[in-house]
């Protein structure tokens, strides 16, 4: 079974440019997450997907951050402008959603964004 | 916030077991208990999860206590590619509107497997 598949693997951009990342999860699940692992810390949740509809994207940077799933399958994050702290790496899991309760989430290998 | 408090590091010799001790003295009664490691540069991995029972799979054992307040994950013959930092997440079975709860990760542990 293929795992949740993550692009760019890396990625250097400057303060105030923009850069997009893109999930692709694992077939047939319909929850997808994104998470913001800065150097040090656990991944902190930034958006949870149910099909193509948000569930809770409470602490999503609104302002810069913004996420979408277009027909419920792939996804991609986005941030414009960019800032120094929003360094990290970026995960994206995906679990069955649907169905039987509590089935595991699978993470990607993440993307891991310097800005300078 | 996360709901769990574990311990910062633990060290473990190569091929004892190793026991993971987590808090979560505010868990609900349709809260899961999971565990997670995560491997140097690499995503999170699913390592078992419970409700009140313990549970045992080809990774791990896991011991929830009869009032749910704590739990341990024990990894029985522990390897040298068991380091890496364990997290404990207590997770909603299902949100108001049937998605699947989400997974609020804290600190973790980091272990240290040693030969």
């Known amino acids: 079974e293929a795992g949740v598949a993550q692009s760019p693997r890396y990625k250097i951009i400057e303060k105030r440019q923009s850069v997009a990342f893109w999930c692709n999860p694992i077939?047939?699940?319909?929850?997808l997450y994104w998470y913001q692992q800065i150097l040090g810390q656990g991944p902190k949740l930034l958006i949870q997907?149910?099909?193509?509809?948000?569930?809770?994207d409470s602490q999503l940077p609104k302002d810069r951050f913004s996420a979408e799933r277009l027909k419920g399958v792939d996804s991609t994050l986005k941030i414009q402008p960019a800032k120094l702290e929003d360094s990290a790496v970026y995960l994206c899991a995906s679990s069955l959603g649907t169905g039987a309760l509590n089935t595991e989430a699978f993470f990607g290998q993440g993307t891991r964004l310097t800005v300078v | 916030d996360a709901k769990t408090t574990q311990p910062p590091s633990m060290d473990c010799a190569e091929g004892r077991a190793a026991n993971l001790p987590c808090n979560h003295s505010t868990i609900s009664g349709n809260e899961y208990v999971y565990w997670y490691r995560q491997i140097h540069s690499q995503g999170p991995q699913y390592i078992i999860h419970?409700?009140?029972n313990n549970e045992t799979n080809e990774m791990a054992s896991l011991i929830i206590t009869e009032d749910r307040k704590s739990s341990t994950l024990i990894l029985p013959h522990a390897t040298l590619r068991d380091t890496a930092v364990y997290y404990c997440?207590?997770?909603?079975?299902?949100?108001?509107?049937?998605?699947?709860?989400?997974?609020?990760f804290g600190k973790g542990t980091k272990l240290s497997v040693k030969p």
């Open positions: 419970g409700l009140k």
């Open positions: 997907f149910q099909n193509n509809g948000v569930v809770d």
């Open positions: 077939s047939g699940h319909a929850t």
């Open positions: 997440i207590v997770r909603v079975a299902r949100n108001y509107g049937g998605s699947q709860g989400n997974l609020i």
